[in-house]
């Protein structure tokens, strides 16, 4: 959301599942909660939202925003009308999906022309059957026409190190599975460091890449910033991340020569 922002775009965070608080919101680094910068979609006690609701809200934005960032969170958890008006005791299925794959079809070609980027959180479900496998909790249709799909496989707590540093967790690293990608083949895996207070953190995931394309040597807590002529030395992962924070001419040379080996 914060990348978003910086380039120019509002972010619609649609809160299906309504968990999104002003606390979660607060300590985001970089994050403006401007209303024209960041909106969020949700329920009030005015106006309970049904799924429908949620979705015609969303195809307004896609249809009505040029450029707009969009986080549905999640398209597993929408339920039709009649589910809503008849309470637990409903036990049809089929209807979200229907909702979902409507919703999918109308705005296939839409997304498109106005440059939006839609992330749908979609939830992992058992399917029973005589080989029993995890599949998203989302209609077919919608996955056949998203563009980019990851799975998370692991999270794990996000230790920074040792070199004076502090032993708490600091955020999570999140394996995910690239299950398919418009810019080569599925199946591929990549990990991602998510900061508290921060969200996914850049410089953090140039610092493994460096390391595995040896423009960073480590040598126990200690790092050499072997790409640099004057091969800066630290020590602890801490230091290395706020070395980059603070030099930005070299985080950038750092990120050019990344791209050169991807």
């Not at 998203?136 to 990851?150: F, G, M, P, W």
């Not at 418009?182 to 990990?191: A, D, F, S």
């Not at 040598?219 to 924070?245: C, M, R």
Request: proline fraction near 3%; charge should be neutral.
């Amino acid at each position: 959301a914060v990348n978003a922002q910086k380039m120019g775009k509002t972010v619609y965070f649609v809160s299906v599942e309504g968990r999104l608080t002003k606390k979660d919101l607060s300590g985001i680094e970089g994050l403006s909660l401007d209303p024209q910068k960041f909106q969020i979609i949700e329920s009030t006690a005015e106006r309970i939202l049904t799924g429908a609701d949620f979705l015609d809200i969303t195809l307004r934005i896609i249809n009505q925003h040029h450029g707009a960032f969009i986080i549905f969170d999640s398209i597993s958890s929408i339920c039709d009308e009649k589910e809503f008006e008849d309470g637990v005791k409903y036990q049809a299925r089929g209807g979200a999906a229907k909702l979902a794959s409507t919703f999918t079809r109308q705005t296939a070609q839409t997304i498109k022309v106005n440059k939006v980027i839609l992330i749908l959180i979609a939830h992992l479900q058992l399917k029973q059957g005589q080989v029993s496998y995890l599949d998203e909790k989302v209609a077919d249709t919608t996955k056949y026409l998203t563009s980019l799909q990851l799975r998370i496989k692991k999270f794990s707590p996000w230790l920074p190190g040792s070199g004076g540093e502090t032993e708490d967790p600091i955020g999570q690293t999140i394996d995910w599975e690239v299950r398919k990608n418009p810019l080569g083949p599925p199946g591929r895996k990549t990990t991602s460091w998510l900061k508290y207070g921060v969200g996914i953190d850049r410089i953090a995931e140039l610092c493994s890449l460096g390391e595995e394309f040896g423009l960073i040597d480590k040598n126990g807590t200690w790092y050499i910033i072997d790409f640099l002529e004057s091969k800066p030395k630290v020590q602890g992962a801490n230091k290395l991340h706020q070395y980059f924070k603070d030099n930005p001419e070299d985080l950038a040379l750092f990120e050019t020569e990344i791209k050169g080996f991807l």
